[in-house]
């Protein structure tokens, strides 16, 4: 969650390690079957979160992966991938993200007054920190956790990054560039023009 300003380099090696320790992280052969079929088209601009819902998602996706050099999580696309999923493969967890998003405002709130997209980058940070800690109000959040619901986002963020176009992220192939990677070649996926012998 740091600011490109001098960090940039440790922030792109950070995310490459952890990109290749989950296998990709969605990126290639497994890319598919974790995140599953895509949704049934979005109605407007999102499908299932609202206008103000999909802003917050963004906000904090943009924090776990920012842009700097190269497109951060808000180039990626990574809202969209996430509100596609929310309408398909992951409706399960519709409910949890629309709980845990006036739950995160409401901590936004109590800690600064205003709104988390209003906040100075340090001060939504310092949001998301507290909910990766534990440190919020517990009267806030009783279901779901803050822990668990900041876990959910950056899997989430991370698998928007990082997976395959098709499912609504990493428009532009920005992970796949960043790491200096053509697009993965799945078996059975892909076709190739033919060659003379």
């Known amino acids: 969650m740091a600011k490109s300003e001098g960090c940039g380099a440790s922030r792109r090696a950070c995310l490459k390690f952890m990109a290749a320790a989950a296998g990709g992280a969605a990126a290639g052969a497994g890319g598919a079957a974790l995140v599953g079929r895509l949704g049934p088209a979005p109605r407007g601009p999102f499908g299932v979160l609202t206008p103000e819902e999909a802003r917050l998602v963004e906000a904090v996706a943009e924090q776990i992966i920012p842009s700097d050099k190269d497109p951060g999580a808000r180039e990626a696309g990574c809202v969209t991938f ?116």
């Open 82 to 197: 996430i509100d596609r999923q929310l309408g398909g493969p992951y409706a399960k967890f519709a409910e949890k993200y629309r709980r845990g998003l006036a739950c995160l405002q409401k901590t936004s709130e109590a800690m600064f007054g205003k709104a988390f997209e209003a906040l100075a980058w340090p001060d939504q940070t310092r949001v998301l920190e507290a909910m990766d800690s534990g440190k919020v109000p517990k009267e806030i959040w009783t279901d779901p956790g803050a822990r668990e619901f900041f876990n959910l986002l950056r899997d989430h963020t991370m698998q928007g990054f990082y997976g395959s176009p098709r499912h609504g992220g990493n428009r532009g192939y920005a992970s796949y560039k960043m790491m200096g990677l053509e697009y993965p070649r799945v078996i059975g996926q892909n076709r190739y023009p033919e060659t003379a012998g």
